[in-house]
């Protein structure tokens, strides 16, 4: 099946800094991808959705000057946190959806952020 | 927007049948999916169901869907050990994914 991959796994920064999660369609092209958010068991939050080489779609309540995405490629969406805070601490984790437009969304593994 | 609702916690003992419930909220949904998530991982789906079917079965896995009630359930045969994770139902809105709060199964030996 498809793959998609997220660097890093685990990030652990200061406040005040700012991180970057990549997330990578291994095998597939993703003209679309997604970014949740998940608490301790809790489900997943979509904060928003970007497509290829446009600007991307945030959900209400996200603040699209803090969660920067960047959707460069077909294989590359990148999230970065912006002057981060304690309470931006998370699992961050994407999917992609390929090119045909299809149902299914294929899921990384996940980024846990924390910020000191 | 509304929930979709599942119950947060299953106990059952190896060998056993799980069900898993859910009730979603979009009558337009197309489709309607099951995902697996193991501590610290991400999403892995299990199956799904097109929204003109009422059942679907896939080896242990079977999917039942009441389109009048909204309900969606996943039935686990022979529970495994390995099959201790929390389970998401979510349905697809407008190409976006809207996942129930997840339910816990807890599978003993």
């Known amino acids: 099946g498809a793959v998609v991959s997220q660097h890093p796994s685990r990030v652990i920064c200061k406040s005040g800094t700012s991180v970057k999660i990549e997330c990578r369609s291994l095998d597939f092209q993703a003209t679309t991808m997604f970014w949740y958010r998940q608490f301790p068991k809790q489900s997943l939050m979509l904060m928003a959705t970007s497509n290829e080489g446009s600007k991307a779609t ?3 309540g996200v603040e699209k000057d803090k969660f920067l995405i960047n959707h460069a490629s077909l294989t590359l969406s990148t999230l970065t946190v912006t002057s981060a805070h304690p309470e931006d601490s998370s699992f961050y984790i994407c999917s992609a959806r390929g090119e045909g437009g299809g149902y299914e969304q294929y899921f990384g593994p996940g980024t846990r952020l924390t910020v000191t | 927007g509304e929930d979709v609702e599942q ?20 009558s337009s949904s197309t489709y309607l999916y099951w995902y697996k998530q193991e501590p610290g991982a991400g ?11 009422d059942m679907k079965q896939d080896q242990r896995l079977t999917v039942l869907l009441n389109k009048k009630d909204k309900h969606l359930s996943l039935r686990i045969a022979d529970t495994q050990t390995g099959d201790s994770a929390i389970y998401f139902c ?18 003993k030996p």
Do not use: H
């Not at chain 2, 119950?7 to 979009?26: H, K, P, Q």
């Not at chain 2, 999403?43 to 079917?53: E, G, K, R, V």
């Not at chain 2, 979510?90 to 599978?107: C, M, P, R, Y």
């Open chain 2, 43 to 53: 999403l892995q789906l299990l199956t799904y169901i097109f929204s003109n079917m």
């Open chain 2, 7 to 26: 119950s947060l916690f299953l106990s059952v003992r190896e060998g056993d049948s799980s069900v898993i419930n859910c009730t979603y909220t979009d």
């Open chain 2, 90 to 107: 979510a349905e697809d809105q407008g190409g976006k994914l809207i996942f129930g709060q997840g339910t816990e199964l807890s599978v």
């Open chain 1, 58 to 60: 945030y959900e209400q």
